[in-house]
């Protein structure tokens, strides 16, 4: 069955980095865009990155440009997430997924998710 399983979060001080992974199975990811969006209680669902199946074409949220990085190792089955220079803002529930088939973008529809790794960008 379709799986994905995020690792990686942790607790960081303002100004730090942490590097996501997102590892997939049950599935061919190189026929799929990925994408990793955060979740705080209370709040809207935001995407911050998003890669197209053959790793080519990427694109961030406003709140993340030229901080975080999405790339992807189709041999590995795995997306990750490089975040650097963290804020207090940042601090979320990161999850991965698995965008619908044929589709890409920002505010593409996912079919598939992951349990999520937590974020906690705290001094």
């Known amino acids: 069955q379709v799986q994905l399983v995020e690792s990686g979060g942790g607790l960081v001080q303002p100004g730090g980095s942490l590097r996501l992974s997102c590892t997939a199975s049950?599935?061919?990811?190189?026929?799929?865009?990925i994408t990793w969006f955060r979740q705080v209680p209370g709040k809207a669902r935001e995407t911050v990155a998003v890669i197209s199946l053959d790793g080519i074409k990427m694109d961030y949220g406003d709140s993340v440009k030229g901080r975080f990085t999405i790339s992807r190792d189709n041999a590995k089955n795995m997306v990750n997430l490089q975040m650097n220079n963290l804020r207090p803002e940042d601090t979320a529930l990161y999850h991965c997924?698995?965008?619908?088939?044929?589709?890409?973008?920002?505010?593409?529809?996912?079919?598939?998710r992951g349990q999520g790794t937590q974020v906690t960008v705290s001094s």
């Open positions: 997924a698995r965008q619908k088939y044929g589709t890409y973008g920002l505010a593409a529809p996912y079919e598939f």
């Open positions: 049950g599935f061919t990811i190189e026929d799929f865009a």
